[in-house]
């Protein structure tokens, strides 16, 4: 299915040669991306209007998943179909993709020597900084009211001080929203909602894409059973909860990777993060280095590179699943009360859960030792003071000040703090 009310057309061609730009151009995180579309799309080419371009984003955050992903394979699907949401959605993460693929088999290979070892802490103590960063920009956007920062704090307890599943976060935020939120959300307008779309072509869409999605991991179960199994199913389930953003997810699959199956250890999820931020393409790209790195553990290079393309199947292919089922739907998404207020709900939660992350973070990156501390249904870290680092905890600070107050691009902060971590080490072994 083509929509009708294309602004401006293009041929495949132009469409193809377009998204292959965006993909290798797409850094900085969902903003940077989704602002880098507007001007390619809407401002230069003129293909999608503004008021559809606006909608079709707001749709893609009621969805599970990369919204910039989605979005970008909303604007082929309105463009030239499947064949373009395809083209559009595979070319946007492509570039990442074979980036982060490189990097894994990098820090598996070389990972180990000493310098490359402390470089590679002066990335995990700028993530400390960057997810700090991405908690004070989603708060600001998240948080208008006192029954969202009740949400968010109730999140945050439940994820740091009971170790609640993070699904269950999430779903209790879901329906708080609908039953609190829908009335002061901006879909609340008493406005009629749009006609349903005949739904016998969303059905077959659904089973299709359902059957790409699952059959694979399905006969994997079937011959394999193992680890490529275990790590099929956790994305799948990562993909059906993927609402906030990657950071919004980070706290359940540091929960689940490492201190559950044991597939990585923290520096090395630390190091995914860091890793997944200097690629283009969206940064829920880390579960490839995840699937990498669980597969190099179990099995060497060859379970390693299973393990990637287990997790990127996983994690990618029911995004065209929600787009190519959902898009016909998209005003009536958009403009439905109970759902804009079960987003809002959740998106208060990203706000406790990325704090549950930042602290999670700091404490294993800035200390070498961090216990637990149980008071009746509370369990709560405790690092051992005397474990502090002192290169890390400068390199933390230093990367806060490039990041939030000179405003330097990512790369560059990650660059600069993997090089003074791995100077120090040589100039100033003492600390």
């Known amino acids: 299915m083509i929509a009708d009310n294309v602004v401006m057309r ?6 193809t040669r377009t998204f292959a730009r965006i993909g290798l151009l797409s850094f900085g995180g969902p ?3 989704i602002a880098l579309m507007h001007r390619e799309i809407v401002d230069e080419r003129g293909w999608i209007s503004e008021k559809d371009y606006l909608g079709a984003l707001s749709f893609c955050m009621l969805l599970p998943g990369p919204e ?5 394979t909303w604007i082929g699907w309105r463009c030239h179909g499947t064949r373009g949401g395809l083209i559009a959605g595979g070319l946007f993460v492509l570039p990442g993709a074979c980036v982060v693929l490189a990097l894994s088999a990098a820090y598996a290979g070389f990972g180990g020597i000493p310098m490359v070892a402390t470089a590679f802490l002066g990335i995990q103590a700028a993530v400390v900084a960057i997810v700090a960063e991405a908690l004070i920009r989603v708060s600001r956007r998240a948080l208008h009211g006192q029954i969202e920062r009740g949400v968010a704090l109730a999140a945050f307890l439940g994820l740091f001080a009971l170790s609640l599943p993070f699904p269950v976060v999430i779903v209790a935020a879901a329906l708080l929203g609908a039953a609190w939120l829908a009335p002061s959300t901006p879909a609340a307008s008493g406005r009629p909602l749009a006609p349903l779309p005949h739904p016998t072509r969303s059905l077959v869409t659904a089973l299709i894409w359902a059957a790409v999605w699952l059959l694979p991991l399905g006969f994997l179960w079937r011959w394999e059973g193992g680890l490529l199994t275990g790590i099929g199913l956790y994305f799948s389930k990562l993909a059906l909860l993927t609402f906030g953003g990657a950071y919004a997810v980070l706290a359940w699959m540091v ?5 559950l199956q044991g597939w990585l250890s923290t520096p090395e999820m630390l190091a995914g993060l860091g890793l997944a931020e200097t690629t283009p393409g969206p940064l829920i790209l880390v579960t490839e280095f995840v699937g990498f790195m669980a597969g190099w553990h179990g099995g060497g290079w060859a379970m390693a590179l299973a393990g990637a393309a287990v997790a990127i199947w996983a994690t990618f292919i029911p995004c065209f699943l929600w787009i190519f ?3 016909p739907y998209l005003e009536r998404l958009t403009s439905a009360p109970r759902l804009a ?9 990203v706000v406790g859960v990325i704090a549950s992350l930042s602290a999670w973070f700091a404490l294993h990156v800035l200390f070498t030792t961090v216990g637990r501390a149980s008071l009746g249904p509370l369990a709560l870290p405790l690092p051992e003071l005397s474990s502090l680092s002192p290169l890390a905890t400068m390199t933390s600070l230093g990367a806060g000040y490039l990041l939030l107050w000179r405003h330097w691009p990512l790369p560059w902060v990650l660059g600069a703090s993997a090089l003074f971590c791995a100077l120090s080490a040589v100039l100033l072994p003492a600390i």
């Not at 207020?341 to 939660?349: P, R, S």
Request: aromatic letters at 0%; proline letters at 3%.
């Open 255 to 259: 929960q689940e990777v490492v201190q």
């Open 341 to 349: 207020g079960a987003l809002a709900g959740i998106m208060a939660a």
């Open 10 to 15: 293009p041929s495949l061609a132009e469409l």
């Open 68 to 72: 910039a992903m989605q979005l970008a």
């Open 325 to 327: 089922t959902a898009a």
């Open 31 to 33: 903003a940077a991306q």
